[in-house]
């Protein structure tokens, strides 16, 4: 082969090289057969079935496809919030966003050891720092004119210029996820989230693994793992959602189709 025709094809090579990559889509998991009629109950259990579709469908990219998932239910929770929090302007009213809101009661037992939540997380050495925009993370804001006042001021070319983490921001995550609750800064905190975000370094982290292994959920109720007692009822279903992710990321229950 001549000088030229090698040329040629050294350079057809290289655009073949520098061509973008086909991706590799993943599984696309079949639909589920979601029970019919109008009843809460058919209700709650369409969404129950589809969230598990979700994360099944989720997890055939990996964990980063079930972190991605968990930042999409968490910016549900968030916005039901502001909904509760836009929507009704009586002057004490708070939406429910704590753990225990969106949870249940932190001081019931879990096991036969009579430990609860608070007993079994375990406090991690190193708390991490976080992109908000990559993260599952609830403020608790209750003061509205604070939040429009925060809204209203942050970012870049307004009065308060791009969102920074000061003292009085606080926040503590939760692994595997991982899950960040807001302790202090909550306003700036959800106006920086709803203006796009901004980094975050958490106080504390602790691993949850060991609540999760404790209970389980069906989407109505939390019970324990042990006896099948029950805990409570479950308040959030995107919650709930977050919760299985969880097991799934801690290696602690295996993907399972809504059928299974």
């Known amino acids: 082969m001549d000088r030229s025709k090698l040329e040629s094809l050294s350079a057809m090579l290289d655009q073949i090289d520098r061509l973008p990559k086909e991706r590799t889509m993943p599984r696309r998991v079949p639909y589920p057969d979601l029970p019919k009629g109008k009843s809460s109950s058919a209700k709650r259990q369409r969404q129950w079935l589809s969230l598990l579709w979700s994360i099944e469908s989720a997890a055939e990219s990996g964990k980063h496809g079930l972190k991605g998932l968990t930042v999409a239910l968490g910016r549900i929770i968030v916005a039901r919030e502001l909904e509760d929090f836009v929507l009704n302007a009586e002057e004490h009213h708070k939406p429910p966003q704590d753990v225990e809101d969106l949870l249940w009661d932190e001081r019931l037992p879990l ?35 604070r939040l429009f006042a925060a809204i209203g001021g942050l970012g870049q070319g307004r009065p308060w210029g791009p969102w920074k983490q000061d003292r009085n921001h606080r926040a503590v995550a939760w692994k595997p996820w991982p899950v960040v609750w807001v302790d202090n800064g909550n306003h700036s905190t959800m106006a920086a989230l709803v203006r796009g975000g901004g980094k975050l370094k958490c106080k504390e982290a602790f691993d949850f693994t060991p609540v999760l292994e404790a209970v389980r959920t069906d989407g109505i109720t939390w019970t324990r793992a042990d006896d099948g007692s029950e805990i409570g009822p479950v308040r959030s279903i995107p919650m709930a959602g977050i919760f299985l992710i969880g097991q799934h990321l801690a290696g602690i229950a295996k993907i399972q189709s809504p059928e299974d």
């Open 111 to 145: 096991n036969a050891a009579g430990q609860s939540m608070l007993d079994l997380m375990r406090k991690l050495p190193r708390a991490p720092s976080v992109e908000m925009s990559e993260t599952a993370i609830f403020p608790s804001p209750w003061e509205r004119w």
